[in-house]
């Protein structure tokens, strides 16, 4: 049974940093590309960013480049968001996922760490 649990979320001031962290179990964690995804109340959950298997390529969304940045670390079987410079407009639930190896759906989910930033 595939477990993603995530950690790490809390409050913080505007400018302030946090590391969410996501450890991973019941699948063969190296050969999954990892992401993180986040829900704002009211609006749709969307993408953040994500790191390839074996740390290749990251990707990250528009709003997010230069502050946030993807790790992990496959012998821990964890994959991490170091988030800087923190915006009340990162507020959410942030998720991990875990990409089926063939490259298609997000297959398997963690069940969510709330951020939220102050102003």
């Known amino acids: 049974q595939v477990q993603l649990v995530e950690s790490g979320g809390g409050l913080v001031q505007a400018g302030g940093s946090l590391r969410l962290s996501c450890a991973a179990s019941g699948l063969t964690f190296s050969s999954h590309r990892m992401g993180w995804f986040r829900q704002a109340p009211g609006k749709e959950r969307e993408f953040v960013g994500a790191?390839?298997?074996?740390?290749?390529?990251?990707t990250y969304r528009d709003s997010v480049k230069g502050r946030f940045t993807i790790s992990r670390d496959d012998a821990k079987n964890t994959v991490n968001l170091q988030m800087n410079n923190l915006k009340p407009e990162d507020t959410a639930v942030y998720y991990c996922a875990a990409q089926q190896p063939s490259g298609g759906h997000w297959a398997y989910w963690g069940q969510g760490t709330q951020v939220t930033v102050s102003s």
């Open positions: 790191i390839g298997s074996s740390g290749g390529l990251r």
